[in-house]
């Protein structure tokens, strides 16, 4: 059985990239664990350069999470503490985070994509945050930082999805490319980072997270999803 979670390193730059094609990318509960543990561990290695997030098929980055997997009460709260640990991983990670968007980024995907560093995007895109259809109390943590609050309600508000065009002039992504060139152009990106001063790159991460308060934001957001699987009505459990 293929791992829903692939790692490929080459030299300083690590690739994960999403394995559950027939999903579209939707995570599960051990697909959540397997990438919170391949973070953590590229997170503790000194050498890394820079990560790249992508997938085994243009089709989709992530479709968000897999509501079709079978949970109790409980088990929904666990994979709610899951995802939100992989936001946490993302915003804490030491290193620029390259995110390919292709396909389906929706949900869960969506807050991958907002929480890199920067973003090389299909042209198939299909962004949307689609947590207000279900009440998911997420998106403003991170999308009001890249296109400012009143672009960032329109999209959490309405859920609607956009393109790569569209998200391009908003801002949300750096290069746009034929789909089926998305990772090499994200790989680019990836090699142009690592030839910078490693200290001087990480110290830039740092301070870009610090002065825009990312850890606070993501952590309050956190805490709010946590609340709404626990207490509220809760992503669907299959």
């Known amino acids: ?40 561990d590229l997170a503790a290695d000194a050498t890394l350069r820079a990560l790249v997030v992508s997938t085994t098929s243009t089709t989709a980055l992530c479709a968000g999470a897999d509501v079709g997997e079978p ?8 994979r709610m503490a899951a995802f939100t640990r992989a936001y946490a991983a993302v915003d804490a990670f030491p290193v620029p985070i390259i995110a390919v968007c292709v396909g389906n980024c929706v949900g869960a995907g969506a807050e991958i994509v907002a929480g890199a560093d ?29 296109v400012g609050v009143a672009t960032a309600k329109d999209l959490v508000f309405t859920g609607r999805s956009i393109g790569a065009d ?13 789909a089926d060139a998305a990772e090499a152009a994200a790989l680019d990106l990836a090699a142009a980072i690592a030839r ?25 957001e956190n805490q709010r999803l946590l609340d709404f699987q626990q207490h509220g009505a809760g992503l669907p459990r299959g």
């Open 166 to 178: 569209e998200a391009f002039r908003l801002g949300l992504l750096h290069r746009v490319v034929p």
């Open 118 to 146: 920067l973003r090389v995007g299909g042209d198939n895109l299909k962004l949307a945050w689609a947590g207000a259809r279900l009440g998911v109390p997420v998106g403003p943590a991170r999308l009001s930082q890249l």
């Open 1 to 40: 059985m293929t791992a829903p979670v692939l790692l490929e390193r080459t030299d300083d730059i690590a690739i994960l990239r999403l394995n559950r094609p027939e999903k579209r990318n939707a995570l599960d509960t051990a697909s959540l664990h397997l990438l919170n543990g391949q973070l953590d």
């Open 196 to 220: 910078q001063h490693p200290d001087g790159i990480r110290t830039l991460k740092t301070m870009f997270r610090e002065l825009d308060r990312t850890a606070e934001r993501t952590a309050y």
């Open 71 to 78: 949970l109790d009460h409980a088990g929904g709260v666990a």
